[in-house]
Structure formats: C-alpha cells, structure tokens
C-alpha cells in the first residue's frame, strides 16, 4: 500500500528510553518511566490518580471492578463501540443495555439515556468517539440523580477536552489506549484515571495481584500480602519508556494529526456542499484531538466501492464497528433499548480515512483527489 491506514508513531527518543530502562536494570512495571507517565497524565491533563495499564481494555476492566458491578446488573452504553467497552461489564456477569447514537458525532445520545435506566442499572460508559466529547454535563447529571457510576470509554479522546475539562477526567473513572492505532503510543497500553481518593487503595490492590505491594514501596506496611482479589494489569518498562518519548513530544504529534484532519476538513467541504458526502461534526463544547477523519457516504454500497476505487489507488481506508448490538456475543449479553434509528445505518455510512503521525499534507491531497474522482466519475 501507497498510503497505509494506520503507521505506529516514532519521533526518535523512543529507543533511547528503552535503552535507558534496559541499562536501569529495571524492566517490570512501576519504575522511572511508569512514573514519568503519570507524571505527564496528571501535569497535562489535571487527573488526581492515574495508572498506567496494559491495555484500555484492562483499563476498562479495572472501572468496572471498581464500579461495584455485580452479575445480572445493568451497564448503558452505545452499541457503536470496540468490544472492550462490553466485555469489560460483561466479565463481571453484566447485562449490556445498548442506547443509539447522535447520528452527527456518532457519540451515546445522552437524551435517550434516562429511558434506558430501570432497577438493575449501575453504570452508564460513555464513549468518546474520534477523540470528540460526548455531551458530559447531562450524563453526570442523570448518574447522580440515579446514583449511577461514570466510565468514560476515553481510548482514543487522550489529550481533548469536554468545556476544557480533559476527557477521562470527568466521570468515576477515565480509560485510555495507547495501542499503537492510538495517538500516543506504546505497542500495547493503557490508562485507569479517577479523581477520589476512596478508588485509590482497592485499584492499587486489582492492579497488583491482590496485594498491597504499593503501600509497601511507599513504606506504609513492613511486608506485602495477599489482601484482595486482583489481576496483573502493569505495563514492563520498555513499554513505558516508548510512551514517555511519545508524551513527552505531544505537541509535534499532535500537530501533524491536527494538520492533516484540518486538510482533509476544508478541501472535502465542496463535496459535503453538494450534498455527496458528510463530514464530520465538532460541538462547540468539544476540542477535539485528531483522532480520526472519517466521512460517511450515502450508503453501504457506496461505501463498498469506495474502499475499493481507493485500494485501486493504493489508499488503504477503513471501517469498524458491526454494532454490538447485531453480533453473537451482544445479543446473547445485551439488549438494545427504544429504536435503533441511527446506530446500524449510520455505521454503514463511515469509513475512516489515512491518518497517522507520518502522513503528510501531500499524501492527504492523493487521498482527497482520489474522493474527487470517486465522485466524479459517478
Ligand atoms: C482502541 C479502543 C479500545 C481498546 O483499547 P486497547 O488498548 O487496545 O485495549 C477500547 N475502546 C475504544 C473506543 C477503542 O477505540
């Protein structure tokens, strides 16, 4: 392929840290570069607690863990998500209550939230989508009116904002990624944030197989034992010294995304003018952190052939997401609440264009020329 899909970033420093952790005789979780990761989680993005993790999807686990969720109650979410938005509540013997989107930011619609609450309900999760806020201010409000806990599916919104307030940061608990499809990057990866100290000593616990081996390094207990239930969830060293060279150049990364999204934007506005297309749509309560662009034609067979003219071309574009909702695992785990008016259709429409850290403005013209031919030509 001309032009990949995706391509891991690599600004340069990434070997050198690894380097460093090798020579710091250091490689298990926790260590200098761990620590600088969560450094840079609370300095940037103003979270109290952050844990780096081995993966979103532990991440997510985590916050349902945390969350209290027991077998036979109810999680609301969006059907148009990654499965490790519904595994994580399934794993703890959930039921997933599937709520339709907004068809403009393909997020949870929050005002169909409320009729999908019943006495089984424990948590509402949330997805940011495309690194775009879902609309926070009335999902907290109907969780603390239900007294319902918050578990933002924040994978790809690290580092955008909801009315300045960092995505994550917002609910009972934030997950990110950093797999490598991700902005910030470290192969395989992961953040659980959360903003009360009460969450602190049982997720230190989970995260550290049952133990309280962190209060033992802080010099709070003289031995470390089993006290809980828990799992592995701690990232090696090497993962997070790629990570830290990653965080620590946000700013050129997010640049290039930014330029590229801003490109594609403005010269495929003529097509979503006449009509043959859509863009996507950016709230004024959201800044958003150019995660993706996608575009969305007028159905699945124009989304077919346009993958398909554009592979011609050696430009890989992409789709995600069969709703949850449709597959095996969701209709044996879950039910979709009132109508599903635009989560399947909607989701037949998208296709993600290039976007990567290495992409260049001259790459995003091919692929915007090759748009105009499809288009044209038709
Ligand atoms: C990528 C992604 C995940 C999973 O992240 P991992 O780090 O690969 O576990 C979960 N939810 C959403 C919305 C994602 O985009």
């Not at 995706?6 to 020579?23: S, W």
């Amino acid at each position: 392929m001309k032009i990949d899909f995706n391509r891991p970033a690599f600004l340069g420093k990434e070997t050198d840290y690894i380097k460093q952790a090798v020579m710091n005789r250091k490689l298990c979780g926790d260590g200098e570069f761990t620590k600088k990761c969560s450094a840079w989680m609370k300095e940037k993005l103003g979270t109290k607690y952050s844990l780096l993790t081995t993966s979103c999807t532990h991440a997510l686990e985590m916050g349902a863990y945390l969350s209290d969720i027991k077998p036979g109650e109810e999680v609301i979410m969006p059907s148009y998500t990654f499965v490790s938005t519904a595994d994580a509540f399934v794993l703890r013997g959930a039921r997933v209550a599937f709520v339709d989107i907004r068809p403009d930011t393909m997020n949870i619609d929050e005002n169909l939230i409320e009729a999908a609450i019943n006495e089984k309900t424990r948590a509402i999760a949330p997805v940011h989508y495309a690194g775009v806020a879902c609309e926070m201010d009335t999902i907290m409000e109907i969780a603390q009116k239900y007294r319902l806990k918050v578990v933002e599916d924040a994978a790809q919104g690290v580092n955008a904002y909801y009315k300045g307030r960092a995505l994550g940061t917002i609910g009972d608990f934030g997950c990110f990624s950093f797999h490598e499809t991700k902005n910030y990057i470290m192969g395989e990866g992961g953040a659980l944030l959360f903003q009360k100290d009460e969450y602190l000593e049982r997720a230190e616990v989970l995260r550290e197989k049952g133990t309280d081996r962190s209060k033992f390094f802080r010099g709070q207990v003289d031995k470390y034992t089993w006290v809980d239930f828990g799992s592995s969830y701690l990232p090696s060293e090497l993962n997070a010294a790629y990570l830290y060279a990653q965080l620590e150049g946000c700013e050129e990364i997010d640049a290039r995304r930014m330029a590229v999204w801003n490109y594609y934007n403005k010269e495929l506005r003529p097509l979503a003018d006449k009509g043959l297309l859509e863009l996507p749509f950016i709230p004024d309560y959201a800044k958003h952190n150019a995660h993706m662009f996608y575009i969305k034609t007028k159905d699945m067979e124009e989304r077919t052939e346009l993958i398909s003219f554009l592979k011609e071309r050696d430009i890989c574009s992409a789709f995600h997401y069969v709703p949850l909702h449709s597959a095996a695992a969701g209709r044996k785990f879950g039910y979709f609440v009132g109508e599903d008016r635009y989560t399947t259709k909607e989701s037949e429409r998208l296709t993600r264009l290039p976007m990567y850290y290495d992409l260049t403005v001259e790459d995003a013209a091919e692929v915007v020329e090759a748009i105009f031919d499809f288009y044209i030509i038709r």
